[in-house]
């Protein structure tokens, strides 16, 4: 799903959230989906929530650490897909033909890997 650039990620990850179903599978999220609304629905949708507080939480939670560490991986995807220039820039004007872009270059990487 693309949204603009000026919305917050955390309305817009909780659209996409709402369309799909875990079976008690570990999601992991960034703290900008930390969110008690997020959680919430992320356990209603059959998914256990593995999302640090943030530090100015007054009751922050317990959450798998060894398993957030695990995160870095999804990070580094987007590092090595916003190598390619158009990617990074989002100079195509349709949504379709960005995302034929991300898939190139997703594609590309998992190629050069």
Not at 25 to 32: G, H, I, N, V
Not at 45 to 67: A, C, H, T
Request: glycine share 4%; hydrophobic share 35%.
């Amino acid at each position: 799903m693309l949204s603009p650039g000026n919305a917050h990620d955390d309305p817009e990850g909780r659209k996409l959230l709402a369309t799909v179903r875990g079976n008690n599978t570990p999601l992991l999220m960034d703290r900008a989906y930390e969110s008690d609304e997020t959680r919430e629905l992320a356990s209603q949708q059959g998914f256990i929530p593995v999302v640090p507080p943030k530090r100015n939480r007054k009751s922050p939670w317990e959450y798998d650490k060894e398993l957030y560490k695990s995160r870095n991986e999804i990070e580094r995807l987007f590092l090595r897909i916003k190598r390619f220039r158009k990617v990074f820039t989002r100079y195509d004007k349709l949504d379709k033909i960005y995302i034929g872009v991300i898939i190139m270059a997703i594609i590309f990487d998992a190629i050069l890997m």
